[in-house]
């Protein structure tokens, strides 16, 4: 069973910059594409990112569109997001998860579609 595990979260000041990585174990991510979700209080879940199974197409929220940059490294079974000139409103718990593809039917795959679901990372940037 894909197990998923998030880290590289922390405090950084707004115009700042993280790196998360989610790495998987259990089984090997060369088939999932992999999503990156965020929550902050009060609001639901949503998507950020996402990269295919090869690596060769990945999406983006308009919202972070110039900012992130979300990559693979099969090999190391591990999806990362780069997150460059950071903001307040960037502040959430960030979360990766796999599902078949990133899209559905030419939409994007919903969240509840997504599985195995790691416990999170809290990223914080302050004003």
């Known amino acids: 069973q894909l197990q998923l595990v998030e880290s590289g979260g922390g405090l950084v000041q707004s115009g700042g910059s993280l790196r998360l990585s989610c790495a998987a174990s259990?089984?090997?991510?060369?088939?999932?594409?992999i999503g990156w979700f965020r929550q902050a209080p009060g609001k639901a879940r949503e998507g950020v990112s996402c990269?295919?199974?090869?690596?060769?197409?990945?999406y983006y929220a308009d919202s972070v569109k110039g900012r992130f940059t979300i990559s693979r490294d099969n090999g190391d079974n591990t999806v990362f997001l780069q997150m460059n000139s950071l903001k307040p409103e960037d502040t959430a718990v960030y979360y990766c998860?796999?599902?078949?593809?990133?899209?559905?039917?030419?939409?994007?795959?919903?969240?509840?579609?997504?599985?195995?679901w790691g416990q999170g990372t809290q990223v914080n940037v302050s004003s």
């Open positions: 259990g089984f090997t991510l060369d088939y999932s594409a």
């Open positions: 998860a796999g599902a078949k593809d990133c899209l559905k039917d030419g939409r994007p795959t919903m969240v509840n579609e997504f599985g195995s």
């Open positions: 990269i295919s199974a090869s690596g060769r197409m990945t």
